[in-house]
Structures are given as structure tokens and as C-alpha cells.
């Protein structure tokens, strides 16, 4: 067991070698066309292929959503349990739980192929060739999932508030009239912002995250098990107190 | 000419080279051998930059490779091939697109003339048939051409091998052998390989550095090996009953 103090020193030490690592992240790509190419391939790869996932999830979740929605808001106004899964979904479901979700998706899979090209030689032959590998590796899954964000929020929130109208349609607690004039009352655009700004954040966080625990691995193959773990760990709480610091910040 | 002028290593606190000093010479093959554990490989990646040295220079044609920054030092790899243990090919190409990725990050050749170079890299090794395949696809002494055939397309100037014939059968280790040979004389590259199996000391050995715990132990051509009186070189060149047969006919 390593004492509480190494513990804290290696704390710094990660924090330091990411910082260093990102600083190499953020450089000019060897070739923009080839790096096109790549982000393109990342978006694909990364992001399209987890859109199913998302709508499963957020279709049953609004659905469960509205319905504990309708059963707490029995005596409240019947608009008030649209209004109440929609902005549940907006503000906090489909930034904070699909990042969450993405992280061990997503996260995993980048510190499993980046750690297994660490540990087969491959990182090296890219330094070796010249190639500034952090770079060629990292960004272009930055800069798909960044992109990717909004749009996979906004697909979210569309089948989370579907999902919902369809619990409800399902059960007997609220008419669906009473849940789509719900849903069109009081709308607050800037919340839709807010949400797109969260999960461009929280994209960046456990993309960058994961690359780093991937790129850290070193001896074995057992490492890159270990990394892809402390890769979701860390991504989670990580985007958890990020969730907070914005949420203080822009609300 | 590549000059390493004592360099030292060390991991953890653990001295891994001593004081490191040697001379590979231009256009020859140049082995440095050793057991395992013995230094072969970090040596290796010290001289190509994959490692810092702690201490200590490596001269790459009267250019002092570990004072540049790491901009310059990219540029001066591009004139670097290497052949990693495990062939160290990207997964997420083919054959083909392995041999061509060099050329697509560095070459300003078009897409047609990629592919020509790339061709004739394979059809070098051998390989030709084989270029629509995936690397998992590939068996052992396939990965190790493949790799050479990747090593060689920039056309480079220096060529370093770790352990270019480990894992293969004999026959698939001589071939590999041959060809590093044949490639390294053909376009006067100067070829630094790491093992530690004696068939390839003999058949393309031109200049021997023995490496024993860190440290230079020995110097000197293959035809110099078998009457060297160095007892941990001895050792290790007659660790098998074989060699020790060859040494009793002499």
C-alpha cells in the first residue's frame, strides 16, 4: 500500500503529465487534410455508433420521467408535468447523464486503443517517423465529439420528451394533450444553450481524459484494462464537478 | 556515420547503460548482441530518441541528434526506418495503407505515386499479394516484411532493427536476415540490429558490439568473435552445443 502522501503526489504527478500531454494535444497537424479525414472517421466511429444508445436511453428516461413527474405533481396544474420533464431533460439528462454515459462508452473504448497502441510499439513508430503522436491521435477524437456534442443532445432531448408522451400515452396518469401543452409552455431557450455548452464541455473532459489514461499506459496489457477504468472513473468525476462549476457559472 | 559517445541510462534508479560509446559505420550492418536484460534495446531507442539518454551524445552524420529541440529532431527521423520487436504496424490500415502512410504524412508524391513507391516496397519484400490485407491477417514473418517494407519506403539513410528475427522459425529468420542485408547494401544504409540469436551475427554481422549489464563489454567484426578471449562474450556465443561444435572443427 502506498502511503496517503504518495497517493497525493501522484495526484499532482497526472495532473501535471495531462496538462503536458494536452500541450502537445493542442498543435498544428502534420497534414489538415489527412486530419479532416481522420475527425470525419472519429465522428463515425465514436459518435454516430453510440446514437443508438442514446435514443434507447433517453426515450425510456423521459418516459419514466414524466410519468414520477405526473405522480409527485398530482394537485399541481396538469401543464406543469410537460413543463417539468421538459426542462428536467434540457438542463440536466441530456448534457449531464448522456455525457456520463459517453464516458464509459466512449472514454473506454479511446483508453483501450490508445493504451493497446502504446503497449504494440505503434505510438512509437509515430514519434519515430516524426509524427507528433499526441496530436494525430487525440485531436481529431476532440474535435469529433465536440462536434458531435450538440447535436447528439439535441437528438436526446427530441426523444426524451417523445418518450415521455409515449409513458404517458401508455398510462392513464395525464391525457397526451395535457403533456404537449406542458411541453410548449414557458420555454426558455437559453436553457437549450446551456445544455449544448455543458456537453461541449463534458466532450472535451472525457475525451481528453480517456486519451490521457490510454496514452499513460506503459508495461502491459493488464495496464490497459486497468487505464480504461481509471479512464471512465475519472472522466465521471470529472464531468461531475464540471456539472457544477457550470451550472454555477451560466445559471 | 552514427557516433554514440558515452551514454547512460537509468530507470527507476536502476543503471541500465553505462557509459555507452561506439561507432556504427556507414552503409555496413553494425549488431550489437547481448542477453537479455542486457541493455540491447534501450541502447536502441537512446540512439533513435525514443528515450533520453541521462547523459551522453548520439551523432547522426556530424549532427549532435540529442542536442535538438523536437521540432528538428522530427525532421532529421524522417531519414530514420525502424523495425520494432513486434513489427509495431498500425491496425487501423492495411498492408498496403501501412507501406503508404510515411508517404501520405511526409512525401509530396501524389496519391498514384504513393501507391507505385508503396508497391515497390512490397514487391522488395516480397510482399505484393498480400497488400489488401489486415495486419491480423499477417503471420509473423509477413509482419516483420511488412515493417520492412514500411522501414524502407522514405528511402532513410539509417535503418535500426530490434530483434528482427525473434518469434519466427529459422528458415523465416535467415530470409528476414538476407533481406536487411540485401537492403542495407543496395542502398548504402547504415543498418544498426539488436539480437541475440548467433545465426545472424555470422551470416550478416559486419561490426559486433557485445553489451554485458550495461556496460560495452567487446568490439569487433564477426570473423573476431570465435577467438576473442573475452569469457562472458564466450559464454555467450557458446551457449549452445552447436557453436561449441563449430569452435571444436576450427
Redesign the interface.
Known amino acids: 500500500m502506498l502511503p496517503t502522501s504518495l497517493y497525493r503526489l501522484n495526484f499532482f504527478t497526472d495532473i501535471g503529465r495531462y496538462l503536458l500531454l494536452m500541450r502537445r494535444v493542442f498543435s498544428k497537424p502534420q497534414r489538415w487534410r489527412i486530419f479532416y479525414a481522420q475527425a470525419l472517421d472519429e465522428m463515425m466511429g465514436l459518435g454516430i455508433s453510440s446514437l443508438a444508445m442514446v435514443a434507447i436511453v433517453s426515450i425510456f428516461v423521459g418516459a419514466v420521467i414524466a410519468i414520477q413527474t405526473s405522480l409527485n405533481l398530482m394537485s399541481a396544474p396538469s401543464y406543469m408535468v410537460g413543463l417539468a420533464t421538459r426542462d428536467s431533460l434540457i438542463l440536466e439528462f441530456c448534457s449531464t447523464m448522456i455525457a456520463l454515459i459517453l464516458a464509459g462508452k466512449v472514454g473506454s473504448n479511446i483508453a483501450s486503443q490508445i493504451g493497446s497502441m502504446r503497449i504494440t510499439e505503434q505510438i512509437d513508430a509515430l514519434e519515430l517517423m516524426g509524427i507528433n503522436s499526441a496530436c494525430y491521435l487525440i485531436l481529431p477524437k476532440m474535435l469529433a465529439m465536440v462536434i458531435l456534442a450538440p447535436f447528439i443532445t439535441i437528438f436526446s432531448i427530441a426523444l426524451g420528451i417523445f418518450g415521455g408522451l409515449i409513458g404517458l400515452a401508455l398510462t392513464d396518469y395525464l391525457t397526451v394533450e395535457q403533456y404537449i401543452e406542458g411541453i410548449q409552455r414557458d420555454f426558455t431557450p437559453y436553457y437549450v444553450t446551456y445544455s449544448i455548452v455543458k456537453s461541449m464541455v463534458f466532450a472535451l473532459i472525457f475525451v481528453s481524459v480517456s486519451s490521457f489514461w490510454g496514452y499513460s499506459v506503459r508495461h502491459s496489457t493488464l495496464e490497459v484494462g486497468r487505464n480504461s477504468t481509471r479512464a471512465v472513473v475519472t472522466s465521471c468525476i470529472c464531468i461531475l464537478i464540471f456539472n457544477l462549476l457550470l451550472t454555477e457559472l451560466l445559471l | 556515420m552514427i557516433a554514440a559517445k558515452n551514454i547512460h541510462k537509468a530507470f527507476n534508479g536502476k543503471q541500465v547503460l553505462e557509459g555507452i560509446s561506439a561507432v556504427f559505420e556507414e552503409g555496413k550492418t553494425n549488431l550489437i548482441i547481448g542477453q537479455s536484460g542486457s541493455g540491447k534495446t534501450v541502447l536502441l531507442?537512446c540512439l533513435?530518441?525514443?528515450h533520453r539518454a541521462d547523459s551522453g551524445e548520439v551523432w547522426f552524420h556530424g549532427v549532435e541528434y540529442t542536442a535538438l529541440s523536437r521540432r528538428q529532431?522530427?525532421?532529421?527521423?524522417?531519414q530514420?526506418g525502424?523495425l520494432?520487436?513486434?513489427g509495431?504496424?498500425?491496425?487501423f490500415a492495411t498492408v498496403e495503407g501501412n507501406v503508404m502512410?510515411?508517404l501520405?504524412?511526409?512525401s509530396s508524391l501524389s496519391k498514384g505515386e504513393q501507391r507505385d513507391r508503396a508497391h515497390a516496397c512490397l514487391e522488395r519484400v516480397n510482399l505484393i499479394n498480400a497488400r489488401k490485407l489486415q495486419i491480423s491477417e499477417l503471420s509473423g514473418g509477413m509482419q516483420k516484411r511488412a515493417a520492412i517494407a514500411r522501414a524502407i519506403s522514405l528511402r532513410p539513410k539509417y535503418l535500426f532493427c530490434d530483434e528482427p528475427n525473434s518469434g519466427l522459425d529459422p528458415k523465416t529468420a535467415i530470409l528476414i536476415d538476407a533481406l536487411i542485408k540485401e537492403i542495407t547494401v543496395e542502398n548504402s544504409i547504415t543498418t544498426i540490429i539488436n539480437t541475440h540469436d548467433m545465426n545472424s551475427v555470422m551470416e550478416i554481422g559486419d561490426k559486433v558490439i557485445f553489451l554485458y549489464s550495461g556496460k560495452k563489454w567487446w568490439e569487433g567484426t564477426k570473423n573476431d568473435i570465435l577467438d576473442a578471449e573475452n569469457v562472458e562474450l564466450n559464454e555467450f556465443v557458446f551457449a549452445n552445443s552447436l557453436a561449441k561444435k563449430a569452435r571444436g572443427m576450427m
Open positions: 531507442k533513435v530518441g525514443l529532431r522530427s525532421g532529421m527521423r524522417r530514420i525502424m520494432f520487436q513486434g509495431a504496424l498500425f491496425d502512410f510515411p501520405t504524412m511526409f
